[in-house]
């Protein structure tokens, strides 16, 4: 079946540790984003590529870093200057970057600090 | 992007239709009304999107009014797993690549 998986489903992040979401589509999508859901919140868009090798930051992109080199694949690592990662992310894909297209959402990866 | 209201919580019984309202008031000729649900715990799921015109599909239909201040989401026939939170969606082409979820409506189906 087509769609967006995000794993791992639970991580656990020590101080100062870097760990790396996964997020892959084989929905043929060129655009990819990464949201930030805290308890009782809407979502933070952290990070977003409209074209594989091209990027744009979102607003709470401090701390965290992504890569698009291949058009299927978008991770998100939260790094150690992240000072409150715990919290769901959220990946999600469209056919393009315009308004038009509805975004689609994997099952999200819930962090926490140990 | 335009502000969306609605209601923070509706009920209706299984099996019923479940009007979910929303006002958009100041949206702009060039705004999609998106409508998502999430369910605790998991990612938010696509339902419908419009921009004039009334849209139905496999999950739900979407009723925008003729001067496109507000919209209503109609699931036909509610069922238990319905039972969600549901936001409405104002997004226009000057930042269509970022979602704001507002506070959203409860919806409890009740058997």
């Known amino acids: 079946d087509g769609g967006i998986t995000q794993s791992p489903k639970y991580l656990f992040r020590k101080e100062g540790q870097n760990v790396t979401l996964s997020c892959e589509q084989n929905?043929?999508?060129?655009?990819m984003y990464w949201y930030r859901q805290d308890p009782g919140q809407g979502l933070r868009l952290i990070y977003y590529?409209?074209?594989?090798?091209?990027?744009q930051k979102g607003d709470i992109a401090e701390g965290y870093s992504v890569s698009r080199e291949k058009k299927e694949s978008f991770p998100l690592t939260v790094t150690s200057a992240q000072k409150n990662p715990t919290a769901f992310y959220l990946c999600?894909?469209?056919?393009?970057?315009?308004?038009?297209?509805?975004?689609?959402f994997g099952d999200g990866t819930r962090l926490s600090i140990l | 992007d335009a502000k969306t209201t609605q209601p923070p919580s509706m009920d209706c019984a299984e099996g019923r239709a479940a009007n979910l309202p929303c006002n958009h008031s100041?949206?702009?000729?060039?705004?999609?009304v998106y409508w998502y649900r999430q369910i605790h715990s998991q990612g938010p799921q696509y339902i419908i999107h419009?921009?004039?015109n009334n849209e139905t599909n496999e999950m739900a239909s979407l009723i925008i009014t003729e001067d496109r201040k507000s919209s209503t989401l109609i699931l036909p026939h509610a069922t238990l797993r319905d039972t969600a939170v549901y936001y409405c969606?104002?997004?226009?082409?000057?930042?269509?690549?970022?979602?704001?979820f507002g506070s959203g409506t409860r919806l409890l189906v009740r058997p």
């Open positions: 419009g921009l004039k």
């Open positions: 999600a894909s469209s056919i393009s970057g315009w308004a038009n297209q509805p975004q689609h």
């Open positions: 100041t949206i702009s000729g060039n705004e999609y």
């Open positions: 929905l043929n999508h060129d655009a």
């Open positions: 590529s409209q074209i594989v090798n091209d990027f």
């Open positions: 969606i104002a997004l226009g082409m000057d930042s269509s690549y970022k979602l704001i």
